[in-house]
């Protein structure tokens, strides 16, 4: 159960809610990460909120128990020299690598798990797979991470993973074939979120998806910096 899909007719990316005020209770969509159609399951309060489902026995990526399966892909070819290059990139830029890594994962991403998600790399025999471009490091890493990344506020629970875009052939298709394969990192997070008035009560239960592009910056700048921005400029008389 997903809060957002793509809109057949073309509206782009929307959430639940939109689409059961434009198509009503039974609209369907499109899932953004496997594309596969998704069916509108309306909210019973105060349990469930308005969400989208896929078919029974989608392997959707955004499906817990589907997470994975991306990373048994085969490659289309194998490329040791540049896994070569890879590896003495990521040994050379560590730090950097584990920074981006760290601040895509909400700043929850131990050293530790870093470390064993790129010998689990190293033996899944990833860095040798035809073409992997550097910059698509922390991306990788993250997807490969099998613990979740738990977050606690006042009222809501969370616990989030990350996954690439589901149904390739090839686990290179990711960047050997960017026309065909979104350039995303989906961040999917299961939230329980209990109401303000009773923080202690039973909380509604959905998952929510964040699209994060994949691009070669050296930092990744988390949406919430623009509030940041805004109450910290009168601190600095701006
Ligand atoms: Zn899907």
Same mark, same amino acid.
């Given at each position: 159960m997903t809060n957002r899909a793509r809109d057949p007719h073309g509206a782009g990316i +929307?959430?639940?809610e939109?689409? !059961?005020l434009t198509y009503g209770n039974n609209a369907?969509?499109?899932?953004e990460v496997c594309g596969d159609e998704l069916v509108l399951r309306v909210a019973h309060p105060p349990h469930t909120v308005t969400h989208f489902a896929h078919k029974s026995g989608s392997q959707c990526s955004s499906i817990e128990s589907a997470r994975r399966h991306f990373l048994d892909l085969p490659p289309s070819a194998k490329d040791p020299q540049n %896994? $070569? $290059? #890879?590896r003495e990139h990521l040994l050379a830029n560590l730090y950097p690598i584990y920074l981006k890594a760290f601040s895509i994962s909400g700043r929850k991403l131990a050293w530790g798990d870093f470390q064993r998600a790129i010998i689990d790399a +190293? +033996? !899944? %025999? @990833?860095?040798?797979?035809a073409g992997l471009p550097v910059h698509y490091l922390p991306y990788l890493l993250?997807?490969?991470c099998p613990q979740k990344f738990h977050d606690k506020t006042t009222y809501d629970t969370r616990d989030a993973y990350f996954v690439l875009q589901s149904g @390739?052939? /090839?686990f290179d298709d990711l960047w050997n074939k960017p026309d065909q394969v979104a350039q995303t990192l989906w961040k #999917?997070? /299961?939230?329980? $979120?209990h109401a303000t008035r009773d923080p202690q009560g039973p909380g509604e239960l959905f998952t929510e998806l964040e699209a994060i592009a994949i691009d070669d910056a050296p930092f990744y700048i988390p949406p919430w910096l623009d509030k940041a921005h805004a109450k910290l400029a009168p601190h600095l008389g701006l």
């Amino acid at each position: 159960m997903t809060n957002r899909a793509r809109d057949p007719h073309g509206a782009g990316i +929307q959430n639940a809610e939109w689409f !059961r005020l434009t198509y009503g209770n039974n609209a369907s969509a499109q899932c953004e990460v496997c594309g596969d159609e998704l069916v509108l399951r309306v909210a019973h309060p105060p349990h469930t909120v308005t969400h989208f489902a896929h078919k029974s026995g989608s392997q959707c990526s955004s499906i817990e128990s589907a997470r994975r399966h991306f990373l048994d892909l085969p490659p289309s070819a194998k490329d040791p020299q540049n %896994g $070569r $290059r #890879v590896r003495e990139h990521l040994l050379a830029n560590l730090y950097p690598i584990y920074l981006k890594a760290f601040s895509i994962s909400g700043r929850k991403l131990a050293w530790g798990d870093f470390q064993r998600a790129i010998i689990d790399a +190293q +033996q !899944r %025999g @990833l860095f040798d797979y035809a073409g992997l471009p550097v910059h698509y490091l922390p991306y990788l890493l993250l997807c490969i991470c099998p613990q979740k990344f738990h977050d606690k506020t006042t009222y809501d629970t969370r616990d989030a993973y990350f996954v690439l875009q589901s149904g @390739l052939k /090839h686990f290179d298709d990711l960047w050997n074939k960017p026309d065909q394969v979104a350039q995303t990192l989906w961040k #999917v997070s /299961h939230i329980e $979120r209990h109401a303000t008035r009773d923080p202690q009560g039973p909380g509604e239960l959905f998952t929510e998806l964040e699209a994060i592009a994949i691009d070669d910056a050296p930092f990744y700048i988390p949406p919430w910096l623009d509030k940041a921005h805004a109450k910290l400029a009168p601190h600095l008389g701006l």
